[in-house]
């Protein structure tokens, strides 16, 4: 049995953590004028007339207002001069004004008015009746739809995910500083899972232990919860069937939470028991993969080297090639941040130059059909110096949390 693996209950596991939230501020008023101000720089310099923010992390990156998207319109009207105008359901003004951090008018409209008769009111009470108009990239269809009918013919709609983009990909100093501590609530968590498993234990056992201990550490709960036994953990993202853990089963968790509004994400595998020599095998050559992404990252290069040093790892020990199973068959990283997959992406097709704040996951998992997967995934964010790993990627297959060397 590896080193942390097995040994306590789960009240034992529980018990070992304590609240790890502490003061850490939310991102403040001022950090909000500076994206503003930044972004609407990018438009003028574009020939940008406004930007249409909907629901959910632009808006929420932009404005510090917090709301979920539905079927129906929230969000807010940026023009390339002037301030912010939100856009809200008239039944929902006190909730918006509860929350918005940054001031400024509402427009709103009635459950049988047009929504976006609303917004294309919005815009032309900030002056903007024509012109190129970026259109928020997660906008559903039938929003981009009904605006498209709402617009006056003078005023052309596109995709505002460059923009957005430019804006979200290099990460602040007080960013990364949330990150690093939903990491290190999430690194808590997995070690305790580790300490808390058995023989025969379900993964939806194992799944709601998780979201315990990330309540217990001060998050809200998991983000998301993976838990993968045996020939399931083959599978990247699960199977829709309960496992129970067995001797010798390859085990793979990944979990993540928030910390105001950034996550975390961070996946380990190990044996519970005793590993076979196939596992041994590729558990190493994982972590020599993880180690070249990490290793090629430096500033100025495209994302897709570090997927290429990566995956050059993986075929010349005969995986691949390519994403040729057995191998690797997704892309090496994601960005992270508000969103746990945002730009710019660890992959051959992203020609992105690294730069200062951008964050990765690097996580060159290796599948072996019908038999098992290993992903080791932690993230790192690239400095001026080069890339710093947000958590120590995992020890070994022996003692995968480092706790011989802790003590």
Request: one cysteine or more; glycine letters at 10%; aromatic letters at 8%.
């Amino acid at each position: 049995m590896g080193l942390g693996v097995g040994g306590r209950s789960a009240e034992e596991a529980l018990n070992s953590l304590s609240p790890m939230l502490g003061e850490i501020a939310d991102i403040q008023p001022a950090e909000y004028q500076a994206r503003q101000a930044k972004v609407q720089a990018l438009m003028r310099q574009q020939g940008v007339a406004a930007l249409v923010l909907h629901a959910g992390a632009n808006l929420r990156y932009f404005s510090g207002l917090v709301w979920h998207a539905s079927e129906r319109f929230v969000g807010a009207v940026l023009p390339a001069e002037g301030p912010l105008r939100y856009v809200a359901p008239w039944f929902e003004l006190g909730t918006v004004g509860e929350l918005m951090q940054l001031p400024g008018p509402i427009h709103s409209w009635h459950e049988h008015e047009n929504a976006y008769d609303c917004v294309r009111q919005a815009l032309a009470a900030a002056g903007v009746s024509e012109g190129q108009v970026a259109l928020d990239e997660t906008l559903p269809y039938f929003m981009v739809d009904g605006l498209q009918r709402a617009a006056p013919a003078s005023m052309r709609l596109y995709s505002a995910a460059e923009l957005t983009a430019a804006c979200r990909m290099q990460k602040s100093a007080h960013e990364i500083a949330l990150m690093q501590r939903a990491f290190d609530m999430t690194l808590a968590v997995q070690r305790a899972t580790a300490s808390m498993l058995h023989e025969g234990i379900s993964s939806t056992e194992v799944a709601a232990f998780i979201d315990t201990a990330h309540r217990r550490v001060g998050a809200k709960g998991s983000s998301f919860v993976i838990v993968l036994f045996g020939v399931a953990s083959s599978f990247p993202h699960g199977v829709k069937h309960a496992q129970h853990l067995r001797q010798g089963d390859v085990v793979l968790i990944d979990t993540g939470c928030h910390v105001h509004g950034y996550t975390s994400d961070l996946t380990r595998s190990y044996v519970f028991g005793t590993p076979s020599a196939r596992v041994r095998e590729i558990w190493a050559l994982e972590k020599q993969a993880q180690a070249a992404a990490f290793e090629a990252a430096r500033l100025g290069l495209p994302c897709s080297e570090v997927d290429a040093a990566a995956r050059a790892c993986l075929e010349a020990a005969g995986l691949g090639p390519g994403y040729a199973l057995p191998g690797l068959p997704h892309r090496t990283g994601h960005g992270i941040g508000l969103s746990i997959h945002e730009r710019p992406y660890l992959v051959g097709s992203d020609h992105t130059p690294l730069a200062p704040g951008m964050c990765f996951s690097n996580e060159p998992m290796i599948v072996l059909p019908g038999e098992f997967g290993i992903r080791l995934e932690d993230h790192f964010y690239m400095s001026e110096q080069g890339p710093h790993w947000f958590t120590p990627p995992s020890h070994s297959l022996d003692d995968p949390f480092g706790l011989a060397t802790i003590a």
